[in-house]
Every structure is written in structure tokens, then in C-alpha cells.
Nanobody, 129 residues
Framework: QLQFVESGGGLVQPGGSLRLSCEVS????????IAWFRQAPGKEREAVSC???????????DSAKGRFTISRDNAENTKNTVYLQMDSLNVEDTGVYYC???????????????????WGQGIQVTVSS
């Protein structure tokens, strides 16, 4: 069973940056694509970005393109961690951010909520002046 530890959230002013981390533990992690989703108050959960199992390909929602960068550290001697670097944040980026895993060995990762069967607890990001 996969386990997730998300960190790096908090309060930031518009135009600022945050880096979210998602430490994943469990079996056969190199078989899973990892994604970040977010949910703003009163809104549905939406995809932000994803990265393939070996980190060779990424995908971004239009709202994240040019501002967010996803990366992945799969090295055996380090903890398996996926990062989301968020720059030029604005108030619309406020919400709870979740990392999630999709068992996918081949092909690109997908930004579809129903594809992801394993979820972290979420971490709050607030962009406010």
C-alpha cells in the first residue's frame, strides 16, 4: 500500500513561490505516475500536473503552464519524492493540494481524477496579501 507525506504548503503573498513535496513510500514505486491535484473552497478537485513513473514526461493543466514545475526523485538512496515548484502564485491558486498515484508503466501521465486510485491527505496553500 502506498503512503504519502505532503509538505511545503502555507501562506504566501501574490507573486510569491512555494515548493510542495510529496514523499511516497510503498512497493514498486517505479510503476506509478504521480500527480498533483487541488481543490479550492466550494469547487471541484482539479488536476494541476503529473509526471510519469520514471520522470521522463510531464503534463500540466493550462492554469499551471509556465508557472509550475513538477519533478521527481526516484533514486534508490533517497526518499521517493515528487516536487511541485509553484512560482508567480495568485489568489486563484489557493486550495488544498493533493498528490496521487496512478499505476502506469507506459505512455504519458494523464490529468484525469478518476485515473488515480491512491491519494495523500492534502496540504493547504493560501495565496493572500
Amino acid at each position: 500500500q502506498l503512503q504519502f507525506v505532503e509538505s511545503g504548503g502555507g501562506l504566501v503573498q501574490p507573486g510569491g513561490s512555494l515548493r510542495l513535496s510529496c514523499e511516497v513510500s510503498g512497493l514498486n514505486l517505479d510503476r506509478y505516475a504521480i500527480a498533483w491535484f487541488r481543490q479550492a473552497p466550494g469547487k471541484e478537485r482539479e488536476a494541476v500536473s503529473c509526471i510519469t513513473n520514471r520522470g521522463r514526461s510531464t503534463n500540466y493543466a493550462d492554469s499551471a503552464k509556465g508557472r509550475f514545475t513538477i519533478s521527481r526523485d526516484n533514486a534508490e538512496n533517497t526518499k521517493n519524492t515528487v516536487y511541485l515548484q509553484m512560482d508567480s502564485l495568485n489568489v486563484e491558486d489557493t486550495g488544498v493540494y493533493y498528490c496521487a498515484a496512478d499505476l502506469r508503466l507506459f505512455g504519458p501521465c494523464v490529468l484525469l481524477l478518476s485515473t488515480y486510485k491512491h491519494w495523500g491527505q492534502g496540504i493547504q496553500v493560501t495565496v493572500s496579501s
